[in-house]
């Protein structure tokens, strides 16, 4: 499955992608991910990109780019992604368009999902995330074993610097304005896909109408 994941901050793309990467293998390419990864280690790419993200704004279509081409042509791509959180703007979603036709590849679809806006602030205030794995956790729904402490890795569970207060407000303003008008572009591409709320068997029993996809 080729797979873009849309949907705003907190709606859950990063958790679909890893129940729907269980069924083909689909590798789960998350552009925060990586960006946070960047931020880390200190690359270049992420002394570029912190102080953006720190506010909640987007990073650069260019630099955006330059990052997903290279993904998008490794070897573990060939059998399929899930995109969460790219692309993010109209001009990246065109961008990918010329890259997939360069490269002889099709979307299978665009999976929204939607959320009310109440259970976003909720979800993102009360998320946290390990700083090494980028296990997901939730203090109220799912709290780690151990405070503070991954249950996969043993890594540091902190809350994100971009999830609280203003840039949490600033990052579904940013959502609303420049990634959002990317439902009209998918529906007009013939590729998407709608589910309310983000119920794995909801989105699973989606997936199956519409792509005819096993996700027994
Ligand atoms: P996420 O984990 O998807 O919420 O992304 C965290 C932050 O990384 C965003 O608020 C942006 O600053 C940056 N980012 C991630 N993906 C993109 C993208 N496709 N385009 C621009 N910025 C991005």
Request: with cysteine; proline share 3%.
């Amino acid at each position: 499955m080729k797979i873009i994941l849309l949907g705003s901050p907190g709606a859950g793309k990063g958790t679909i992608a890893k129940v729907l990467n269980q069924f083909d293998g689909s590798v789960q390419i998350s552009t925060g991910d990586i960006l946070r990864a960047a931020v880390a280690e200190g690359t270049e790419l992420g002394k570029q990109a912190e102080a953006t993200m720190k506010a909640g704004d987007l990073v650069t279509d260019e630099l955006i780019m330059v990052m997903m081409e290279e993904q998008l042509k490794q070897d573990d791509c060939k059998a399929g992604y899930l995109l969460d959180g790219f692309p993010r703007t109209i001009p990246q979603a065109k961008a990918l368009k010329i890259l997939l036709d360069k490269m002889g590849e099709n979307l299978d679809c665009a999976l929204e999902l939607v959320v009310a806006k109440d259970v976003i602030i909720d979800r993102l205030t009360t998320r946290r995330t390990c700083t090494q794995c980028g296990e997901i956790y939730n203090v109220k729904s799912k709290p780690p074993k151990l405070e503070g402490v991954c249950d996969v890795c043993g890594g540091n569970i902190v809350q994100r610097n971009d999830e609280t207060g203003a840039a949490i407000n600033n990052r579904l303003e940013v959502y609303l304005e420049q990634t959002a008008p990317l439902v009209h572009f998918y529906r007009d591409e013939g590729l998407l896909v709608s589910v309310q709320g983000s119920d794995s068997e909801q989105v699973l029993e989606a997936l199956k109408t519409r792509l005819g996809i096993l996700v027994e």
